[in-house]
C-alpha cells in the first residue's frame, strides 16, 4: 500500500476497492459517473470569503466521514448554483461509507483506521419521486395492473446512506398541477420519517438557497415540508451548507 504522503497527492479519500466507485440512478440504464476526490475540488477560483466557505465545507465533509460510521443516520445539506461542487461533494461521502476506505487530511495523515462497507443509493430527485409514486409499479410486462408501491422497508432495505440530487427539479407529470406541491412534500415525509426513524443518513443537494437573512429560506423548506425539514435540520445540524453566489468551478477548467 502506498504511503499516506503519496497517496494525499491524488487522492483525499483512498478506496481500497479495485473498482472506481459506481453511482446508479433510479429509472435509468446504469451509468457510470466521474467521482473525483475532495483533493481534486479546484479552488483557484475562489478568493476572499468564498475560498474560506468552501474550505469550511470540505473540512466538515472530512468530519462527517469520521463521524457517520458511530453516529447512523447523520445528514448533510449543500444548497448552491450550478458548478459549485455540491454533487461531487455528496458523491465523495456516499462513496466513502458504501466502500472500505482511508481517510487522509490536507497533509496526507490518516484521520482513523479503515472503515467497512454500508449499502448506499443514489436518487436523482425526480427519480426519486417516481419511486416513491405510490400507484406507479406495474403488475408485469405488458400489464397495465397498477399493484401499488412497495412498503417502505422493502424499498430501503439494508440501505444505510441515501443521496437525493437537486431538491427542487422534481418532475410529478402524473400528478395534477395544483395538486404537485401536496404531493411531493406527502412523498417526503413518508420518506424522511422512515430515513430518521431507521438511522439512513440523508445526503442532499439544492440549487434552491438553504438561506435567507440568515434563517432557513422558506422556498428550500417548502419543497420537502415544514416537518421533513425538522428532522433533516436536527440529523444535519453543523453539516448544512449554502454556497448561494460561489462561482461555478468549470469557467476555470473552459477557459
Known amino acids: 500500500m502506498k ?20 453511482i446508479y440512478e433510479y429509472g435509468a440504464p446504469p451509468r457510470k459517473l466521474p467521482v473525483k476526490t475532495l483533493h481534486d475540488l ?13 474550505r469550511e465545507l470540505r473540512q466538515a465533509a472530512y ?6 460510521p ?41 484521520l482513523g483506521e479503515p472503515f467497512r462497507s454500508v449499502n448506499s443509493r443514489f436518487y ?12 406507479r409499479r406495474l403488475a408485469g410486462a405488458g400489464s397495465t ?30 400528478v395534477p398541477r395544483d395538486l404537485i406541491d401536496l404531493a411531493r412534500q406527502n412523498r417526503y415525509r413518508e420518506a424522511f420519517d422512515y430515513f430518521y426513524d431507521n438511522g439512513v443518513s ?4 439544492s440549487m434552491v438557497p438553504l438561506l435567507h437573512g440568515g434563517h432557513p429560506n422558506q422556498d428550500f423548506v417548502d419543497i420537502i415540508g415544514a416537518a421533513s425539514f425538522d428532522r433533516l435540520f436536527e440529523r444535519a445540524k453543523g453539516f448544512m451548507f449554502d454556497l448561494t453566489g460561489l462561482p461555478s468551478y468549470r469557467q476555470i477548467t473552459s477557459e
Open 3 to 22: 504511503r499516506a504522503g503519496d497517496i494525499a497527492k491524488d487522492a483525499t479519500v483512498k478506496i481500497r476497492s479495485v473498482d472506481t466507485p459506481k
Open 145 to 174: 395492473e397498477l399493484l401499488g408501491r412497495k412498503p417502505l422497508y422493502k424499498l430501503f432495505q439494508g440501505i444505510e446512506v441515501i443521496a437525493l440530487d437537486d431538491l427542487g427539479t422534481e418532475e410529478l407529470s402524473f
Open 124 to 135: 436523482t430527485a425526480t427519480d426519486f419521486m417516481a419511486l416513491m409514486d405510490p400507484g
Open 202 to 205: 440523508v445526503l442532499i443537494t
Open 63 to 68: 468530519e462527517w466521514i469520521k463521524l457517520r
Open 42 to 54: 479546484s479552488v483557484k477560483h475562489l478568493r476572499g470569503s468564498h475560498l474560506d466557505r468552501f
Open 70 to 110: 458511530n453516529d447512523p443516520g447523520i445528514s448533510f445539506v449543500i444548497t448552491g448554483s450550478v458548478g459549485t461542487g455540491k454533487t461531487t461533494i455528496i458523491q465523495n461521502l456516499r462513496a466513502s461509507a458504501q466502500t472500505e476506505y482511508l481517510v487522509l487530511d490536507d497533509e496526507g495523515e490518516p
